[in-house]
């Protein structure tokens, strides 16, 4: 699949400013480099995070269509510590169910004076569809389908950096479920904007990534994957996109692509593992490994905020 028949054109006015954040794809290394750098602003020196009055004249929903933990809740903690009024719509519970149609339920929110609307949805472009349909909003992907995972690829990169001295001489293993991972979509697209150019693509033939216009080295054996790299990344089995009949035997995959102690010291030294979570345990990584410090997992949704806060902030035209 080409990945680019999904245009981001339109979260960029025609000055080049950002207004929406749809996905990572079309934007420079400018954009990110400054998003990333307002994020560390953000904490201070001990790691703690910031509080700001940025939003204060805002308003957040956030509309989430499947399910989530760590994108949903830093997003709402980031909006208040931006200071922003936020509400979480209670899909299950809305006019929805009474067939109320998608985009009519956005202009009843925008109604309510919403400023932004983060949106999750299984269909992939749903987030591009709304912010085309919608005047005076902005628009934040949360993940769309396999497509894209913006703000997940911004904080696994603010936490590289946090780590790596330059994305141009680092290599990155990217190791599991890659053809369904919205996040390793967006870590690719972020990878190669900021110049790191050894990205290895570690996985079975059924899962690998699928866009023939990526030149990528794509390797189906892990050990060969893993090898020297700086930065191993891990994905879960996102067996709700896959056809029951296509779906892994759990044992079988962690003996041949689980990320062991043994496998993970044939990385650098001082490799970090990463894992945009929820992870499964013996699954795709071991336990010893998602708990050693090397995992930098749970800095990862720490990082969530701060980058959450940064491209509010921004868009709102308040950094
Ligand atoms: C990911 C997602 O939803 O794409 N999770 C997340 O946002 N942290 C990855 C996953 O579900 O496996």
């Known amino acids: 699949m080409k990945k680019d028949l999904i245009s981001n054109d339109i979260q960029l006015d025609s000055s080049g400013k950002l207004i929406h954040l749809l996905g990572l794809k079309g934007l420079s290394k400018n954009h990110l480099t400054h998003i ?24 957040v929903a956030n509309l989430f269509f499947e399910p989530s933990t760590r994108t949903r809740n830093t997003f709402e903690i980031a909006a208040m510590r931006s200071s922003a009024n936020v509400i979480n719509v209670d899909l299950a519970n ?37 912010a085309e349909n919608i005047d005076n909003v902005s628009i934040l992907n949360a993940g769309d389908g396999i497509n894209a995972h913006p703000t997940q690829a911004l904080l696994d990169m603010l936490t590289i950096r946090q780590h790596k001295k330059s994305f ?17 979509h967006s870590n690719i697209q972020a990878l190669k904007t900021l110049g790191t150019t050894d990205v290895r693509l570690v996985a079975p033939a059924g899962l690998q990534y699928n866009d023939d216009s990526c030149s990528l080295r794509r390797v189906d054996d892990i ?56 992870i499964n ?31 509010m902030e921004i868009l709102a035209g308040k950094s």
């Open 36 to 59: 990333l750098d307002v994020a560390d602003s953000l904490i201070d020196n001990q790691g703690n995070l910031k509080k700001s009055k940025a939003l204060d004249d805002m308003s």
């Open 94 to 130: 809305s006019a929805l169910k009474k067939n109320e149609d998608l985009l009519d339920t956005m202009r009843t929110l925008q109604a309510m004076q919403i400023d932004m609307f983060v949106i999750r949805h299984k269909q992939s472009a749903l987030p591009h569809y709304v």
């Open 168 to 184: 141009e001489n680092l290599s990155v293993a990217i190791v599991g479920d890659i053809v369904h991972s919205r996040v390793a």
């Open 223 to 278: 050990e060969m994957g893993i090898k020297n790299c700086d930065v191993v990344i891990a994905l879960r089995l996102q067996k709700e996109r896959m056809l029951e009949a296509d779906i892994p035997n759990e044992q079988e995959y962690f003996d041949n692509y689980g990320l062991t102690p043994e496998r993970l010291a044939l990385a650098k030294p001082d490799a970090i593992v990463m894992h945009p979570g929820p």
């Open 281 to 311: 345990r013996g699954v795709e990584i071991d336990s010893s490994v998602a708990d050693s410090n090397q995992s930098a997992i749970l800095q990862q949704v720490t990082n969530g905020i701060a980058v959450r806060m940064a491209i």
